[in-house]
């Protein structure tokens, strides 16, 4: 009867011993899936299918002004007010695609890419969309258009005079010489 009680009293520890190593790796994970999204540059939200948000990291919460604690399993919907970012929102929810799109949120030019989230049957669950803040590119992009629109103008007025007085001197020259050379 002892041999029994000590057979069964190792296996119940070598199972507890099991499920705490389970544990911890699972909480392992689970802390390094939690430290990559809170050091990304960019904003990650994950929402169910009803619109709840299930993941915000730290970009994501700085970009929308929201607590990223308090703001899990609240509807997105009821967070932000802007229609066009609200618009992405259902579009990713109801498109089988990755939708990519700009879009101006407080006084920034953001893209945001999104798709489907699926679990672990392949059943959608709701969206996963990543953002980046594009408002610095976007500024620069405008300042290079300026740019290359100003100096096509500088460039275009000199080399119109030039071809004007070319032009007008090969009128009046009769001399081959001068004709090849102009």
């Known amino acids: 009867q002892i041999t029994e009680l000590d057979t069964l009293s190792k296996s119940l520890n070598n199972t507890a011993e099991k499920i705490d190593n389970r544990t911890k790796g699972s909480l392992q994970r689970r802390r390094e899936r939690v430290a990559v999204l809170a050091s990304m540059s960019e904003a990650v939200l994950a929402i169910d299918l009803n619109g709840h948000i299930i993941i915000l990291n730290t970009s994501g919460s700085k970009l929308f002004d929201l607590d990223d604690k308090k703001s899990i399993g609240e509807s997105i919907f009821g967070l932000i007010r802007n229609s066009d970012l609200l618009n992405f929102f259902e579009n990713v929810l109801n498109e089988s695609n990755l939708l990519e799109q700009e879009i101006t949120f407080n006084n920034k030019t953001i893209r945001g890419k999104?798709?489907?989230?699926?679990?672990?049957?392949?059943?959608?669950?709701?969206?996963?969309?990543?953002?980046?803040?594009?408002?610095?590119?976007?500024?620069?992009?405008?300042?290079?258009?300026?740019?290359?629109?100003?100096?096509?103008?500088?460039?275009?007025?000199?080399?119109?005079?030039?071809?004007?007085?070319?032009?007008t001197l090969q009128n009046f020259s009769t001399d081959q010489k001068q004709l090849k050379f102009l």
Do not use: M, W
């Not at 610095?136 to 080399?159: C, Q, W, Y």
């Open 114 to 167: 999104g798709s489907k989230l699926l679990d672990s049957n392949n059943d959608i669950i709701g969206a996963v969309i990543v953002f980046n803040d594009i408002t610095k590119i976007k500024k620069l992009e405008n300042l290079r258009e300026d740019f290359v629109a100003n100096v096509s103008h500088e460039l275009k007025t000199p080399i119109t005079t030039i071809t004007g007085y070319v032009e």
